[in-house]
């Protein structure tokens, strides 16, 4: 049966498919018959539809614009790295100043600071100098009262003794005499 079944496939194949011829183009042998040579047809064709079409200038067209994109979203970029640079500059350029600006007013604070020290010790050293001046004309006053309160007590004193005693031995017109001289001697030593 094995043998049945090849003789009809053999049998089969040669009255469905007659050999296609075969043939030299160039030193090129082309079997019609081959797979390959086919392939190679359709490969052929699709090049020849796909220039057809016009599809190697879409493709090209497509990456000019996408490359014309690229270039322009570069430029951009370029563009703002200077912009951001330049501000960047700006930016530092405020912080230098501002620093220095700060440098001089914490310079000035502390000229000022020591200005209003200066002026604070000298009112200070004039306000205790008159402090100082007031205290001794206090205490000068206070001697010259203690002084004169001594003086006066001493002449009250005296002027009692004396009394007491001239009461004792004058007596009339020599008493009122000596009191007389008395208190013009005390008026005069207390002027």
Do not use: C
């Not at 003789?7 to 183009?25: M, V």
């Not at 370029?78 to 700006?90: G, P, S, V, Y």
């Not at 440098?103 to 020290?117: P, T």
């Amino acid at each position: 049966m094995e043998q049945h079944t090849v003789e009809t496939l053999e049998h089969a194949t040669e009255t469905h498919a007659a050999p296609l011829p075969s043939f030299n183009l160039l030193g090129w042998n082309l079997d019609l018959n081959d797979p390959a040579f086919w392939a190679l047809v359709g490969l052929l064709i699709f090049i020849g539809v796909v220039l057809y079409m016009k599809v190697p200038k879409a493709i090209t067209k497509s990456l000019d614009d996408r490359a014309a994109k690229i270039t322009a979203e570069l430029t951009a970029a370029e563009a703002l790295r200077t912009e951001a640079e330049a501000k960047l500059a700006q930016v530092q350029q405020r912080a230098i100043e501002a620093e220095a600006e700060a440098k001089g007013i914490v310079e000035a604070a502390r000229r000022e600071a020591g200005q209003l020290a200066a002026a604070a010790s000298v009112q200070l050293a004039d306000r205790i100098a008159r402090r100082e001046k007031m205290a001794e004309e206090r205490i000068a006053r206070a001697e010259s009262d203690a002084i004169r309160d001594v003086k006066m007590a001493a002449v009250e004193t005296a002027s009692k003794a004396a009394a007491a005693v001239l009461a004792e031995q004058l007596s009339g017109k020599a008493a009122d005499d000596e009191f007389a001289k008395g208190l013009a001697a005390v008026s005069k030593a207390l002027s």
